[in-house]
């Protein structure tokens, strides 16, 4: 078994102590069999994989290690979809469009070397709503063009609806932007006509099927003309269900074609007190199992996303953490100047860590490949606070990472939120019913530690939860959790 590295523990714990990070990634060399390029798949071309490789949403593998950070400077959008209502306001709510502050480039510039000082895990900015990052060109551009001069090494991320994109896709390749996100629900405008009641362009107003018909035309439009120019591509797409699930499989199809990068469907967050029109008129979002079903229909096609956390607008941090409250603007000095020192140092123990992490994961995967039988499908959720190791507390978890042990390996295939359980060290009944009732559809739970009281509720539940795994590689555990369930001996494979 793979002993844990302490310092990984510790750098990814908060806060960061800066004295470790700095005396690990001084200590030893970087031997070949654990060296962080040894991560890179084998079917990736080497190119792709020196740009994904430390952007969390781009590379499953890198979200247990990297940050990002999202600020919102482009609050004007061109359209309005069912799902949005960018007035709503709530710190405590976590889902794209929504955000405390809007800021200045300049404000922006101070927020993000304050949190390049604090997070060395960072290595993404991106402008994410609410708004248009495309329609409020301006200080999109700005934004992206300050930093830049700050901190050479942060990459560029943007999202947008894509009406406006094809207009800037030229500028956005200058910028040195290689991640650009489109949201593209539909490719049938009939379709689109339920998810968009209006969009503005060219300096008119535009409703139904005939703005629908012009959104899609300039999706595509942009998608393509991204892909000629070699920037990495993902496809958000919003699964409605009655209204486009079954759509996405098209969706799915048109973006293969263009050349995306990836494909993250994700789940409508509807609630009427939200204000958004879904969820004034009660059209809800897909169960998690729902949404896993259609994940699994789409595999086959362009390349999967499931770890998306349908961040918030102004969301700082690794995903599933929001750290964003820590850096508002109340709290940032006037002055601020960039030290790479931290950033750097992370880097190295990073490298070394993940190279140990990847050849765990593959003898793993190889075992329970191996070894796997008919039927013999395994979904556990892991607690984990990064650095893709089981070590979370149960009680302290606010999501589950699942991950499904199968003939087909070790696949990680979406993330529960919950409530955290334990406040201030007891356990609230009502608060555990709300976890149960999550981790709907799971097997095994994977933790740190974990309480009689809550293990035994699990059980009455038919869930197994164990601690026995604490600090494992998270397939390392699965793989040893698969062999006692399923298998023949793949502990001593996998130890
Ligand atoms: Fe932000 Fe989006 Fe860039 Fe990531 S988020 S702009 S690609 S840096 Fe990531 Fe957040 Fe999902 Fe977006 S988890 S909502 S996919
Ligand atoms: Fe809201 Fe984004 Fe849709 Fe604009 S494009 S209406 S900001 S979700």
């Not at 000082?117 to 200080?139: F, M, R, T």
């Not at 930093?147 to 894509?162: A, F, H, V």
């Not at 003309?225 to 486009?244: E, F």
Request: hydrophobic share 40%.
């Amino acid at each position: 078994m793979n002993q844990p590295l302490m310092i990984s523990l510790d750098s990814l714990a908060q806060p960061i102590d800066f004295a470790a990070l700095e005396a690990a990634a001084k200590s030893g060399g970087c031997a070949s069999s654990s060296c962080g390029s040894s991560a890179k798949p084998d079917d990736m071309d080497a190119d792709v994989w020196e740009r994904i490789k430390d952007h969390p949403c781009y590379s499953e593998e890198a979200h247990h290690y990297f940050a990002r950070m999202h600020v919102a400077v482009a609050p004007a959008c061109n359209i309005q979809c069912h799902y949005c209502n960018r007035k709503y306001d709530c710190a405590n709510e976590s889902r794209p469009g929504v955000v405390s502050e809007k800021l200045t480039p300049d404000q922006a510039r101070r927020k993000v070397i304050a949190v390049a000082n604090e997070v060395p895990q960072l290595s993404v900015l991106g402008i994410a709503g609410p708004g248009d990052a495309c329609y409020d060109w301006n200080k999109t551009r700005a934004t992206f063009d300050e930093i830049s001069k700050d901190i050479p090494d942060i990459k560029l991320c943007i999202s947008t609806n894509g009406l406006a994109l094809p207009d800037h896709v030229d500028e956005l390749a200058a910028m040195n932007v290689d991640h650009v996100t489109i949201t593209i629900n539909m490719v049938d405008p009939e379709i689109g006509a339920k998810i968009y009641p209006w969009i503005f362009y060219q300096h008119r107003r535009w409703h139904g099927v005939e703005a629908a018909r012009i959104l899609h035309e300039r999706q595509m439009l942009g998608l393509e003309m991204l892909t000629a120019r070699g920037i990495l591509t993902k496809i958000n797409s919003v699964m409605i269900p009655g209204v486009n699930d079954e759509h996405l499989i098209e969706v799915n199809r048109w973006v293969k074609a263009r050349g995306a990068f990836l494909h993250n469907v994700m789940p409508l967050i509807s609630d009427p007190a939200h204000g958004t029109h879904y969820g004034l008129t009660g059209q809800r979002g897909p169960t998690a199992m729902e949404l896993k079903a259609l994940q699994d229909r789409l595999e086959g096609g362009a390349k999967l996303m499931r770890h998306c956390r349908q961040c918030r607008a102004d969301a700082v941090g690794l995903l599933g953490e929001d750290r964003g409250q820590e850096f508002t603007l109340d709290q940032l000095p006037e002055a601020v100047a960039y030290d790479p020192a931290k950033r750097a140092a992370y880097r190295e123990v990073v490298a070394r860590e993940r190279g140990d992490h990847v050849a765990a994961k593959q003898s793993a995967v190889a075992a329970v490949k191996d070894s796997a039988q008919e039927g013999g499908t395994l979904l556990v959720a892991v607690a984990t606070k990064g650095g893709g190791r089981v070590n979370e507390h149960f009680g302290h978890a606010r999501e589950f990472q699942v991950y499904e042990a199968s003939a087909k390996g070790i696949v990680f295939v979406g993330h529960r939120k919950v409530d955290n359980y334990c406040m201030g060290g007891f356990g609230e009944d009502a608060t555990l019913d709300g976890v149960i009732a999550a981790l709907e559809g799971i097997a095994v739970v994977l933790c740190a530690k974990i309480g009689d009281c809550p293990q035994d509720m699990l059980t009455a539940a038919g869930i197994t939860a164990t601690d026995r795994y604490a600090l494992d590689y998270i397939e390392t555990a699965i793989g040893a959790l698969y062999a006692a369930t399923f298998g023949r001996a793949i502990e001593q494979a996998v130890a």
